[in-house]
């Protein structure tokens, strides 16, 4: 099995860009998509980021998803950012090997 | 539209099995699986297991192998997720969420199970 890394916290200030990583401990990044959810409190996660740089209807082009082969990564960027954006996010990809769902840990963003 | 719809919160001593459903409508039901992924509190994300609503197979977390059980009834588009002999630390959040080439979309609101004596 493999983990994913994010950062615990990302602080910025409104009209900003935020950037969340999300490091992949073993196997290649672009193995298998990774989606990012937005989950605001008391609220069910819903899709940001679906296939590494995906965006579902509805979703603000603010929000953008990148995957980066050299350091294994995932980043979702967040640009001009908006008091609305503070929530958790959550990465998330595939085990091929084990079929089994790999989640980040979350990060929790403060726009402030 | 696309919707999930789960049961109400419970509340259970130890040991005590509880089941949680999740009735999907919008969509064809047989033509999507559907995950279960729980939230402790104050923690992140979990992954319980997946069922294939078509034929009933299911694939679960390692961590979960024989305590949980995801069965599904075509007739009326619901999925159900089990656990028995929950303990305090089974206290979380649990949702359904249907499965588009393994991502999650959508969400259902979720339903609060409590394990406590």
């Known amino acids: 099995n493999f983990v994913l890394t994010q950062p615990h916290s990302v602080s910025e200030s409104p009209g900003k860009t935020a950037t969340i990583s999300c490091t992949r401990s073993?196997?290649?990044?672009?193995?298998?998509?990774v989606q990012w959810y937005q989950q605001r409190p008391g609220s069910a996660p819903t899709t940001v980021i679906y296939?590494?740089?995906?965006?579902p209807s509805g979703v603000p082009d603010r929000f953008s998803g990148s995957v980066d082969s050299s350091s294994n990564s995932a980043s979702l960027t967040i640009s001009g950012l908006k008091t609305e954006d503070e929530a958790d996010y959550y990465c998330?990809?595939?085990?091929?090997?084990?079929?089994?769902?790999?989640f980040g840990g979350g990060t929790k963003l403060t726009v402030l | 539209q696309v919707q999930l719809v789960q049961s109400g919160a419970e509340v259970k001593k130890p040991g005590a099995s509880v089941k949680v459903s999740c009735k999907a409508s919008?969509?064809?039901?047989?033509?999507?699986?559907m995950y279960w992924v729980r939230q402790a509190p104050g923690q992140g994300l979990e992954w319980m297991g997946i069922?294939?609503?078509?034929?009933?197979?299911?694939t679960y977390a390692q961590k979960f192998l024989g305590r949980v059980t995801m069965t599904r009834d075509t007739s009326t588009s619901t999925v159900y997720m089990e656990v028995s002999s929950p303990r305090p630390d089974d206290t979380a959040v649990y949702y359904c969420?249907?499965?588009?080439?393994?991502?999650?979309?959508?969400w259902g609101q979720g339903t609060q199970v409590t394990v406590s004596s």
């Open positions: 998330q990809s595939y085990d091929s090997f084990t079929h089994e769902v790999v």
């Open positions: 919008g969509y064809t039901f047989i033509n999507y699986h």
């Open positions: 296939e590494d740089h995906h965006r």
């Open positions: 969420a249907r499965d588009i080439n393994n991502r999650f979309d959508p």
């Open positions: 073993s196997g290649s990044i672009a193995s298998n998509y």
């Open positions: 069922i294939n609503t078509r034929e009933g197979y299911t």
